[in-house]
Structure formats: C-alpha cells, structure tokens
DNA sequence: AACATGACCATTA
DNA sequence: GTAATGGCCATGT
C-alpha cells in the first residue's frame, strides 16, 4: 500500500521549521512524488495523530484549505499565527514571506 | 473492473 | 481577477 510514499511526505513536512509554511505541491517535490501534491493532502487526511507540523502545508493559493467537512482549520490559523505567520484580510498567507525555500533544492 | 470523491496544481482563455 | 480543463493517484462503493 505504497505506505513509504506518506513516510516520506511526512519526513518532508516535519523539516518545515518554524514560522514557514510550504504548498502541497512543493512538499510533493521535496518527496520525490512530483505532480503528486494530491497524494501530500490526502496522506495529511490520513494522518489523524502523528507528531507531524501539518498545519504549516497550504495551498498554492497561499490559503488554507477546506476540508470536505469543517474540520481544524480554524485551528490551524491559530497555530499558525501563533507561529508568528500572519494572515492579510482575505485570509490569505504572505508566500512571498513566509514560503519555506530550501536552498540548493535540498536543505 | 468501473465510477466517484478528495486537506491539489499548472495552464489556458 | 475568475472559470474551465487536464493531470495525478489512493480509497471506498
């Protein structure tokens, strides 16, 4: 059950240091599943408990996305911004700051 | 096996 | 800025 492909979006998402967020896409890439960042949200879905930062992988869009049912998404704003990341009036995060960028494609 | 759904993304108009 | 389209692929019915 291609169980070693969460295993290796969760490695990636857990290296997302503090106070930066990451896109599905670009954690789909950092894992080697390019084009894949389907696979990033819903291995997050089945996720549930784990010591893992989920709440710092947005989307492109720089939002957070909804899930199917209202879940913690409220929640995840919360740690965010008690991360330090801030939201503008639509909701969105500022990429442009707080982007995770890995230098050299790999850090 | 077919079909629908889902914490998505890039391109094009 | 919005809308439509195609791609990707695990899961459940």
């Known amino acids: ?5 969460y ?8 290296r997302i240091p ?3 967020v990451a896109t599905y896409g670009q954690i ?10 389907r696979q ?9 408990d784990a010591r ?3 709440h710092r992988v947005i989307n492109a869009r720089g939002e957070i996305s ?7 998404e409220q929640l995840q704003r919360l740690l965010l911004e008690r991360e ?17 960028q890995p230098r050299g494609g790999r850090r």
Not at 28 to 37: D, I, K, M, N, T
Not at 66 to 72: A, D, E, F, I, K
């Open 18 to 20: 503090k106070g930066r």
């Open 52 to 54: 893992v930062p989920w």
């Open 40 to 48: 990033v949200g819903y291995a997050l879905a089945a996720l549930g």
């Open 1 to 5: 059950m291609s169980a070693s492909s």
């Open 7 to 14: 295993a290796r979006i969760y490695a990636v998402v857990r």
């Open 84 to 100: 330090g990341v801030a939201f503008d009036a639509k909701g969105r995060v500022a990429l442009a700051r707080h982007l995770w």
């Open 66 to 72: 909804l899930r199917s049912r209202s879940g913690p």
């Open 28 to 37: 789909a890439e950092l894992a080697g599943l390019p084009r894949q960042a």
